[in-house]
């Protein structure tokens, strides 16, 4: 019943550079992405805009809305189906000088012109401006590093300074390349999509603090073997443990993927990626770290 049989000797020292070679191209088609699109596609949260939840009494063609809010002068509004029928939508609308109520209020007058006045209710509207939405993309961005900074020096801390090292760096490479999959795929990166990166800097340490324990231990036991054939027991040895929990996780993510609906949709992407790079960084990211820090000290 076990997923890895004991004993397994999986050479994965031997294909660190070809790993590390894949892990530099994600991230410069991450950066490049990022380059291309002018930044990320920032949502409601972070650019500022009005967001309006409507329900309709009848399910009604998502075609037909912004048919009807293109005779307003409103431009970039986005529709979304929150999944409820064909009857809830989200409609998103750029920050305007002309103010929140006013946009509000011309979306609802060109819904009634085509809908009429009984036909649906507004449910919620959010409105976040310019300078809201500034401020909450440096704290978003300070919580990130924050929480890489300091998972970093726990380990180090804990660990040995080159586990520390290891681990940041792994984290800062899992959140890349996660955010660089939002920019390539052109989706909205707002304060959900922080916490979906905050899990994945949770759940990544988590694999790789498993990893590096196991290392720790069999560097005490196996003293007379090489540092690369301690790595390669180490990895072997929690490899089922890696592969069912991040399969189970990521089951869950694809279940929420495909049933959530659009307003989950980049989260649940952005968790997806992220666990799934995480996974793989705790093995060719954050051990080779440690094998490379530990040739450098013998050569100095």
Request: aromatic share 8%; hydrophobic share 50%.
């Amino acid at each position: 019943m076990e997923l890895i049989k004991p004993g397994t000797t999986i050479d994965f020292v031997r294909y660190t550079k070809w790993a590390l070679l894949f892990s530099a191209s994600l991230i410069l088609l991450s950066c490049g992405s990022f380059w291309y699109h002018g930044g990320l596609n920032y949502g409601v949260d972070f650019a500022g805009g009005t967001v309006v939840q409507i329900r309709f009494n009848q399910p009604t063609n998502i075609a037909d809305i912004r048919r009807a809010l293109a005779t307003v002068n409103i431009a970039n509004i986005t529709v979304q189906d929150l999944g409820q029928g064909g009857n809830e939508f989200l409609i998103r609308m750029p920050a305007s000088e002309s103010g929140s109520q006013d946009l509000s209020t011309q979306m609802q007058q060109a819904l009634t012109g085509q809908f009429g006045e009984q036909a649906f209710e507004v449910r919620r509207i959010e409105t976040v401006g310019p300078r809201v939405g500034k401020d909450l993309r440096r704290k978003a961005l300070l919580a990130v590093l924050f929480a890489t900074v300091m998972i970093g020096g726990y380990i180090a801390f804990r660990f040995e300074p080159r586990f520390g090292v290891g681990a940041a760096v792994a984290l800062a490479h899992d959140v890349l390349i996660a955010a660089g999959a939002l920019s390539l795929m052109n989706m909205e990166f707002d304060l959900t999509v922080v916490a979906a990166l905050l899990t994945v800097i949770g759940f990544s340490v988590n694999d790789t603090v498993i990893v590096c324990d196991r290392i720790r231990e069999n560097m005490r036991k196996m003293r007379r073997e090489t540092l690369a054939a301690v790595i390669n027991k180490s990895i072997n040895e929690t490899l089922s443990r890696t592969i069912i929990t991040s399969g189970t996780a990521v089951l869950v993510i694809i279940s929420l993927l495909v049933l959530g609906g659009e307003v989950i949709h980049a989260f649940a992407f952005a968790l997806l990626v992220g666990i799934t790079v995480g996974t793989y960084s705790s093995i060719y990211v954050a051990s080779p770290i440690i094998l490379f820090w530990a040739q450098e000290d013998r050569r100095r």
